[in-house]
C-alpha cells in the first residue's frame, strides 16, 4: 500500500522563494501524516504566470535551489515528490516538472502542450512521457493542460504507468462552468474519466483562489483505476492538503472487467495505433 498527498498550495507569481518554502512545509506536513508520495502543484515555483520576463528572474536550471530543496526534503523523509516548476535552459523557458525520492531525481518532464498564454512564455517539450520503476510502482509523470490530449495517458499507461503524477493549475477559459454541485471543475472530472479510460491511479495538485491575472479552481483529485475520487476534490478557493492509501494491485485488476470485457487487450491494433518515440505501444 501506498499513501498519496495531494498538496494544494498557491503564491503569487514571481515569489520564488515564499512559494517554494509554502510547498516544502506542505510537503513536509503530508510526510508527516504518513505519505508516501506527495504531489504539488504546476509552476509553484515561481508562480503560474504567462509574463516572460518575471518568469525569467523565477526561473531556474534543472539542479537549482527547487530540485535541491525537495530532493533534501525526499531523503530525509524517504519519501517521493512530484512538483512542477519554471525551468530555464539556455535562452530557453520550459514548464517543467520533476519526480524526486530519497536518491534524488528520478523523472525529469518538460511539459508538451502549452496552454493558451503559455505559448509565448515557454518552448513545448522536447522530454516526451517518462516513466520510472520505484517501490511505490511504476509511476509517470505530465502537466495540467497535457491531460486535455487523451494519447497522453494512454501512452504513460500503456509504458506500464500505474499512478500518473499531473502537477496542475487549472483556471477557467476552457470550459463555460467553474464548479458542479459536487465540487469538481471540468478538468478534475476528465481526470477522473481518463483515469477509468486507461486504468490507472492519477494524481492531479492544482493551485486555488485568486493570484495575478488567474483565477484558479482548485478541485485536485487522486481517482483510482474506476474513475473514484479516494481524495477530493479539493476546495475550489483555498489551499488543502488530502490523503489517501492506495492498492497498485488494483491497476491490474481493473484490466479486466469481468464478462469478457477487456480493454488493452480488445484495443484494435491492426486498425489504428500510438506510437512514442517511434515505438508501437
Request: hydrophobic share 45%; proline share 5%.
Amino acid at each position: 500500500m501506498t499513501v498519496v498527498a495531494l498538496a494544494q498550495v498557491s503564491g503569487p507569481p514571481g515569489a520564488a522563494d515564499a512559494n517554494r518554502a509554502k510547498g516544502l512545509e506542505a510537503a513536509a506536513a503530508a510526510f508527516e501524516r504518513g505519505a508516501d508520495l506527495v504531489v504539488l502543484p504546476e509552476l509553484l515555483v515561481p508562480g503560474y504566470d504567462w509574463d516572460r520576463e518575471r518568469l525569467e528572474r523565477g526561473a531556474e536550471e534543472l539542479d537549482g535551489p527547487s530540485l535541491q530543496a525537495w530532493s533534501a526534503l525526499a531523503a530525509k523523509s524517504g519519501g517521493w515528490i512530484a512538483a512542477g516548476f519554471a525551468e530555464r535552459e539556455a535562452e530557453r523557458l520550459y514548464n517543467s516538472a520533476v519526480l524526486v525520492g530519497p536518491e534524488g531525481l528520478a523523472l525529469h518532464y518538460r511539459k508538451l502542450h502549452l496552454f493558451s498564454g503559455e505559448k509565448g512564455a515557454f518552448t513545448p517539450g522536447d522530454r516526451g512521457l517518462p516513466v520510472v520503476a520505484t517501490p511505490h510502482g511504476t509511476i509517470g509523470l505530465c502537466v495540467c493542460y497535457d491531460l486535455r490530449f487523451v494519447e497522453t495517458l494512454r501512452a504513460l499507461a500503456l509504458r506500464g504507468a500505474e499512478l500518473v503524477c499531473v502537477p496542475t493549475a487549472w483556471v477557467t477559459g476552457f470550459d463555460q462552468q467553474r464548479w458542479d454541485a459536487e465540487g469538481f471543475c471540468p478538468q478534475a472530472r476528465i481526470a477522473a474519466m481518463q483515469a477509468n479510460l486507461d486504468g490507472v491511479f492519477v494524481a492531479c495538485a492544482s493551485q486555488a483562489g485568486e493570484w495575478g491575472e488567474h483565477s484558479f479552481l482548485g478541485s485536485s483529485i487522486l481517482a483510482d483505476p474506476r474513475g473514484r475520487a479516494l481524495v477530493g476534490p479539493l476546495p475550489g478557493d483555498a489551499d488543502d492538503l488530502g490523503l489517501a492509501e492506495v492498492d497498485l494491485a488494483e491497476v491490474a485488476n481493473a484490466q479486466s472487467r469481468g464478462g469478457g470485457i477487456d480493454p488493452r487487450l480488445d484495443r484494435r491494433t491492426d486498425v489504428y495505433g500510438l506510437a512514442l518515440e517511434g515505438r508501437e505501444l
